[in-house]
Structures are given as C-alpha cells and as structure tokens.
C-alpha cells in the first residue's frame, strides 16, 4: 500500500535505528510536530537542533511544524478541565493552515511527522493530525517499532477495539462509533494542563 504521508514516535529508539527506519519507509522529510521539542538530558539526539543537524547529513529535511500542529495549546479556550480538547483544536485557523502546508508539502515529498509517543494511539499526531488528514482523503501510514507500517484504518479498528466500541450492539452506526472512540481516547491521552484544571473550554455554540 502507497501513503502519502507517514508518522512515527520516536520514544528512545536509539538514533541510527530511527533514521533507519525513515529510509526504510523512503521518508525524505520530517515534520517535528512536538510543540516543545527541546533538548533531554536522556535522548539528546532528538533535540530540535541535534536532530535537524542528523538528519541533514542523511539527506532528510527538517521542518519544525509544532507552533500550529502539536498537542499542546497555548490558547486556554482549547482546554476542556484541563485537557487538551481535540475537536476545538482542529477547527482553528492556525491548525487549518499547518494542515495546508503539510498537504502541500506531501505532494512535493515523501513526508513524514514526528512526535514522542512510540504508541500511535497515544499520541495526538495520530488522533488529531492524521485523523484530520485522512478525512482529506491522504493515506497516512504509521511507522512502528519493528519497521511495519499500519494504516490509519488498522488503526481506527484497533482504537474502536480498545474503546469497546466495535462491539456494542446498540451503539449510532460506524462514523458515530469512530468520532466517539476518538473523543474517548483523546481524553485518556491528551496533554493535561494544570493551570487550565476545573476549566471548561466553550462549545461550537457560544465560541
């Protein structure tokens, strides 16, 4: 199967077997959407300025992308007490336009994002981003550990699994059953914010 855009977590895979795994999947760009990717103390190679400087010298571009495509918002009203709300998220006009310039990007190369979380269905790079993008009609694959790729549907049918709502009998039928599984793991693996604790962000009515 052909993607036109892939994802990957880079948790502390060592940073040869990374880069490993990019060529693999024939990545010729990586778009960092961590809203902070600052350096750490335990895997200083996925620094911004240590991981553009590596994969530079593989023939990969580096675009840091997580001021209008990551997971932790700085406007207060994109918090639901405390959590990160994803479906507010994805109707801003900052995260609308990231969107458009990753398209574009995609059609131009074969591109891939990048965030923390090894586990696809942790991480908003997959519940927020890729979601919005396959519903533009954009294959996503996600690029595991042992170098598979899963398919953002493989993975929607492990999320409807782990939510339970592939089995429930009485449950709207299957665009429901989705948007209800993601809105539930969203709230488990969304970032949480401790300022934003007790507050309520405003619905689509009264924004």
């Known amino acids: 199967m052909s993607f036109d855009v892939f ?9 040869d077997r990374f880069v490993a795994l990019l060529r693999q999947a024939g990545v010729t760009a990586v778009a960092d959407v961590r809203s902070v990717p600052t350096a750490s103390r335990r895997f200083p190679w996925f620094s911004k300025s240590n991981l553009a400087k590596r994969l530079a010298g593989d023939g990969i571009d580096y675009t840091p992308m997580g001021d209008v495509l990551g997971g932790r918002p ?13 479906e507010a998220m994805a109707r801003e006009p900052y995260y609308l336009d990231g969107l458009a310039r990753l398209t574009e990007e995609a059609a131009r190369s074969c591109i891939c994002l990048m965030c923390a979380e090894r586990e696809p269905l942790e991480c908003h790079r997959c519940l927020l981003v890729a979601r919005s993008l396959a519903e533009r009609g954009l294959a996503v694959g996600h690029i595991l550990y042992d170098g598979t790729i899963e ?8 999320l409807l699994a782990l939510t339970g709502k592939d089995c429930d009998l009485f449950a709207p039928g299957q665009p429901e059953r989705l948007a209800a599984a993601y809105r539930q793991q969203a709230g488990e693996a969304a970032y949480r914010h401790p300022a ?4 309520r962000t405003l619905t ?3 924004r």
């Open 74 to 86: 700085r406007d207060e009203r994109l918090y639901c007490d405390g959590i990160a709300d994803y």
């Open 196 to 199: 934003n604790s007790g507050k």
């Open 151 to 158: 398919a953002q549907a493989a993975t929607e049918r492990r």
């Open 204 to 206: 689509a009515e009264n």
């Open 7 to 15: 994802t990957i977590g880079h948790s502390n895979v060592p940073i």
